[in-house]
């Protein structure tokens, strides 16, 4: 896997007690035709013998543990650093666990970063894993309202729509190459935001500074969707409830918060808690009311209540 003429990628694959998981991504990965590239797993904090299990099934990919559980951005943070500052990584490939990668992955994106050293991330297809020829994503739609309204291609049959290479606004992180040259100038994740929501604020730091965020179509993943967290839970609603109202103070201004926070009171906060009262789900209605008051609290900490009201 070592070629000294090709830029040196990191594969940095994160897992919570995901040692069931791993065997597609890793072993996709692997299969990969790039030819200078590394695979470190992030054991973060996991209790299932993940750390055994990788070493004694793929033997050459390094483990790299963490002995408590430091979240979605705390733990691709510690493998940053180590990505980065310890090995000297041109480029880090994050990926999540739940995922089977295209063979030709790692050079498709590479191939796109190459063109452009303001380029900071690229990413590419994404296929559900139980509907391989169906697309989850390809990036974020915006809205002048809600800013992100959902993902660009989701539930569309991939018939080409999507095959030309762009600069994308947002994108999810379900994969994503990131530039060393990001990296030095911008750091990683804001761990303020532990879970959901994470690459979205990264993404915008990284865009104020004149990095750029770029699709193409020849990166391909297939993703099972949520697997650790759980695709609907209290758990993600509250972090998704939290994290959306305080990306949004952060990033944008006055008259566009308080236009924002009129929406948000409405559809992210009152039709979804009405509907969980009727279905008897007073976890999830719970989770919403702990996610817009976290947000406030976070507001009223940084002095920006006046933002919102």
């Known amino acids: 896997m070592i070629n000294n003429h090709k830029p040196f990628v990191i ?8 040692k069931h998981l791993l065997e597609d991504s890793i072993s996709s990965y692997l299969a990969n035709d790039y030819p200078n590239f590394e695979i470190v797993v992030i054991d973060n904090g996991s209790t299932d013998g993940t750390k055994e299990w990788v070493a004694k099934n793929y033997p050459d990919v390094f483990v790299l543990r963490t002995e408590n559980n430091l979240g979605y951005s705390g733990g691709f943070n510690f493998g940053l650093d180590y990505a980065f500052n310890k090995k000297n990584a041109d480029y880090v490939l994050i990926t999540n666990n739940d995922v089977k990668a295209d063979s030709k992955v790692i050079s498709e994106l590479v191939k796109v970063a190459e063109t452009d050293p303001m380029i ?79 690459q979205m604020d990264w993404q915008i ?21 949520s697997m650790t967290i759980g695709k609907s839970s209290p758990f993600k609603t509250y972090y998704d409830v939290r994290n959306t109202l305080i990306i949004v103070i952060m990033h944008r201004d006055k008259e566009f918060i308080k236009k924002y926070h009129k929406w948000y009171i409405r559809s992210i906060i009152v039709k979804p808690i009405i509907k969980s009262a009727i279905k008897l789900k007073f976890n999830y209605t719970l989770a919403i009311l702990k996610g817009y008051f976290s947000a406030l609290n976070w507001a009223k900490r940084n002095k920006k209540l006046s933002l919102i009201f």
Request: aromatic share 16%; charged share 25%.
């Open 11 to 18: 594969v940095l694959i994160l897992s919570y007690n995901g």
């Open 205 to 225: 730091r990284a865009k104020k500074i004149g990095f750029k965020i770029f699709y193409t179509p020849s990166a391909k993943i297939w993703h099972k969707e």
């Open 120 to 198: 900071g991330f690229v990413t590419g297809k994404v296929y559900y894993y139980d509907m391989p020829d169906t697309l989850q994503t390809v990036g974020y739609n915006t809205d002048p309202i809600m800013w992100v309204k959902g993902h660009k291609g989701q539930k569309q049959k991939d018939v080409g729509q999507f095959d030309t290479i762009e600069e994308l606004e947002l994108s999810d992180d379900i994969f994503m190459l990131v530039t060393n040259n990001l990296y030095n100038a911008v750091g990683g994740y804001n761990t303020e935001f532990k879970f959901q929501g994470e």
